[in-house]
């Protein structure tokens, strides 16, 4: 899993029937201190975010599938969730 922020929107004509209904995201990995850390990915979206978001990622394909509720989905990285605030304990 990390941290990363939605940037863009990605739109598809043709889809796999897997993906019919799925949004599709880029989204930009953060660091620890919540600065750009990498390159944007394509991930996909059932949570409702959408761009400037701060979201959770999986970066996983068994895990993206139960977020899905579609063991066929072709996917790897999903929004797991919506980061409403991150609080970062620098004494430690």
Do not use: Y
């Not at 880029?26 to 944007?40: V, W």
């Amino acid at each position: 899993m990390f941290v990363a922020k939605i940037i863009g929107n990605v739109w598809a004509t043709r889809k796999h029937p897997g993906l019919k209904n799925a949004t599709l995201l880029l989204a930009k990995p953060l660091d620890a201190e919540g600065k750009p850390a990498g390159d944007a990915q394509l991930v996909i979206d059932n949570q409702g975010a959408g761009v400037g978001d701060t979201v959770l990622i999986v970066d996983e394909g068994g895990s993206a599938r139960k977020i899905l509720k579609n063991s066929k989905a072709p996917v790897r990285t999903v929004v797991a969730g919506i980061v409403d605030k991150v609080h970062i304990d620098k004494r430690g």
